[in-house]
């Protein structure tokens, strides 16, 4: 323990690449029958012009992509009212829209004070109403919080607009290869570079409170487990034991990091005490314990274990280290999450076609498949249960796609240029 | 990885050896914390892997170190789903255990792979289980368990892209890098 105690205490700092973009772009890929129609209109500027950021178009993209709204096209808008004063709502039931969005905005210095309106078109009354000031280089963040606003108001679910995604990207082949760990908003922009290195990068995942990630560096040229703060860029090496340091994965109370670590011979789910650097081991079996998971009231764990012959999903309880089996439906099921209500698990499910997000109900125990894509893996659940993000390949390219989790929507986020995985949705972030 | 940073840990590792008088009978702890290479590679700063430039790997006939005997055929392939070591590649693996047998203090990382199918941390399991699967084997044949070490890279660092049994199977590999 002394060697890990050192290697905690020597803190490194990493330095953020400061342009390194790897922005990705998002093209729809299935859309909702049921996505309710919702008409955004262009914000008005006070004294003419545009706004830097269209803040409208951010917002209806943000909608569309949930699946849950289909905003009208812009050439389709009737009229161009900025608030609710100016609506006519006879002329808004004509073009079939349920919902309608207005907005003006004024020039402040290098803010813009923004305020943005929803109608219920049919109820004939405006739902929400509220003044946002942001400096004209954050319109975007605005347009994710205004999102979120009107997500909430309509569905009554929280909406998870303003959160992030991390991911890992690599190029190259064999012994010639280039990773980089990014952290980038939830609809692919403002990206940013945490860490690169010529030795893998996996398995990123957010602290609770969203100030953290853990993940898994080769750059020793062996795998190390690796905690991050994010504002101020110092890491600390958590774990570097003999053998495979994998799959970190936070308790619901941020305290301790469940994890795999083969020191034993074979993968075995540990849960490290982050504050003590102490270590339990949680399973005893000969075969691979791996990709951890914490139900969201902390009492278990779902894990990935070959004990049975191919990969099944097994449930821990933290307190009495049982084990049952959960999965049962085909002989691959593997990198469990759960919802956030703790309802249902998100998993690769391999079938006739392939590797595919599924969805399991711990209730019925029913499995049902969501994408319809081959190679997917890594899924991942954004904080309000609504989506999951995961990665598949386009081409011989990885992508990042992501799904309604209800499989009715789906889009996908490709990279300018080399591979993209590994997608960890941040918890909400405020 | 990098052919130049293991050589700069060999002879440190050799050096190493000579000072402490050739202490390297800890051979019931191998495989426990007593085994931990790691401690090596701890003592390399964070990011030191990254200084040199090239990659270099086994298969490689031209490098200096196969001009001191190392077996010049340094990787060999498994089955989908498998760890079991097959019989064509018998040969080589023993060539490499009459080297290490022949040399005491050479040092070999058996890097283990897998194809890109399937969720990456499983893969990590999967590749460990395929370098054990040599490691025992060149146990057998009589190599010392001190000049082994296994390091999975899982789907990580495969050795060709695409989405063909052609290309998995050239992924699915364990690769000797002295």
Redesign the interface.
């Known amino acids: 323990m002394k060697?890990l105690l050192n290697?905690w205490l020597a803190a490194?700092l990493v330095l953020f690449a400061a342009q390194a973009q790897a922005n990705l772009t998002i093209e729809i890929t299935r859309g909702s029958d049921r996505a309710v129609p919702i008409a955004i209109v262009p914000f008005a500027v006070e004294g003419g012009g545009s706004l830097p950021d269209d803040v409208a178009q951010v917002i209806s993209d943000n909608l569309e992509r949930s699946g849950q709204f289909d905003p009208l096209s812009r050439n389709s808008l009737i009229a161009r009212p900025s608030s609710s004063g100016e609506v006519n709502y006879r002329d808004w039931r004509a073009v079939d829209a349920d919902y309608l969005v207005v907005g003006q905005a004024r020039e402040e210095g290098s803010n813009y004070r923004m305020q943005f309106e929803l109608m219920d078109i049919y109820g004939q009354r405006r739902m929400i109403g509220e003044v946002v000031t942001s400096d004209r280089n954050e319109l975007r963040s605005a347009a994710h919080y205004m999102s979120d606003q009107i997500f909430e108001a309509i569905t009554g679910l929280r909406g998870a607009f303003s959160t992030r995604i991390a991911y890992v990207t690599?190029e190259g082949?064999?012994?010639?290869?280039r990773f980089a760990l990014y952290i980038a908003d939830a609809d692919g922009r403002n990206s940013q570079e945490i860490l690169s290195?010529?030795?893998?990068i996996?398995?990123p995942a957010w602290s609770p409170d969203g100030t953290k990630l853990a993940y898994v560096s080769?750059?020793?040229?062996?795998?190390a487990i690796y905690i991050q703060d994010l504002a101020t860029s110092q890491r600390v090496?958590a774990t570097?034991?003999?053998?495979?340091n994998?799959?970190p994965a936070w308790s619901p109370d941020g305290r301790r990091l469940a994890m795999?670590l083969?020191?034993d011979?074979?993968?075995e789910i540990y849960i490290m005490n982050i504050a003590e650097r102490s270590f339990e081991r949680m399973t005893n079996s000969s075969s691979?314990d791996?990709?951890p998971s914490w139900s969201p009231d902390g009492r278990s764990i779902v894990f990935?274990s070959?004990r049975s012959g191919g990969?099944q999903l097994f449930q821990l309880d933290v307190a009495s280290k049982q084990v049952e089996r959960l999965t049962f439906t085909g002989n691959?099921n593997?990198?469990g999450r759960y919802s956030p209500d703790g309802d249902s698990l998100f998993l690769?499910h391999?079938g006739n076609n392939g590797?595919q997000v599924a969805r399991q109900d711990l209730g019925s125990n029913r499995l049902t498949t969501l994408t319809d894509t081959?190679?997917d893996?890594?899924p991942s659940v954004a904080p309000n249960g609504s989506m999951v993000i995961f990665a598949t390949?386009q081409g011989?390219n990885g992508v990042l796609g992501a799904v309604s989790a209800d499989g009715r929507a789906a889009f996908r986020l490709p990279a300018a240029r080399g591979d993209v995985?590994?997608p960890a949705w941040s918890p909400f972030l405020n | 990885?990098?052919f130049s940073?293991?050589a700069k840990g060999l002879v440190l590792a050799v050096s190493l050896a000579f000072v402490a008088g050739c202490s390297s009978s800890g051979g019931t702890q191998d495989?426990?914390?007593g085994?931990?290479?790691?401690?090596g590679?701890?003592g390399?700063?964070?990011?030191?892997?990254?200084v040199s430039g090239?990659?270099?790997?086994g298969g490689n006939g031209t490098t200096q170190a196969s001009q001191q005997g190392i077996p010049s055929v340094r990787t060999i392939y498994f089955d989908f789903d498998r760890d079991t070591i097959r019989s064509e590649f018998e040969s080589v693996l023993n060539a490499h255990a009459q080297y290490l047998r022949a040399n005491p203090n050479a040092r070999v990382v058996l890097e283990g792979h897998t194809d890109?199918?399937?969720?990456?941390?499983?893969n990590?399991?999967?590749g460990?289980?395929r370098a054990n699967s040599v490691q025992r084997f060149m146990n057998v044949q009589g190599v010392s368990p001190s000049q082994l070490?296994?390091?999975?890279?899982g789907e990580?660092?495969?050795?060709?892209?695409?989405?063909n049994e052609d290309s998995y199977a050239q992924n699915r590999r364990v690769v000797f890098s002295y």
Do not use: H
């Open positions: 060697p290697l490194v690599s082949v064999g012994d010639d290869m290195s010529d030795e893998p996996l398995s080769f750059e020793t040229e062996r795998p090496r570097s034991f003999p053998g495979i994998g799959a795999s083969s020191k011979g074979q993968p691979i791996t990709e990935t070959d990969p691959y593997a990198r690769i391999r590797y081959r190679w893996e890594s390949q011989n995985r590994e | 990885m990098q940073s293991y495989g426990t914390m085994g931990t290479s790691g401690s590679a701890a390399q700063g964070v990011g030191s892997g990254q090239t990659g270099m790997n890109e199918r399937g969720t990456r941390e499983y990590m399991g999967l460990e289980r070490e296994v390091v999975s890279y990580e660092r495969p050795a060709v892209r695409g989405n």
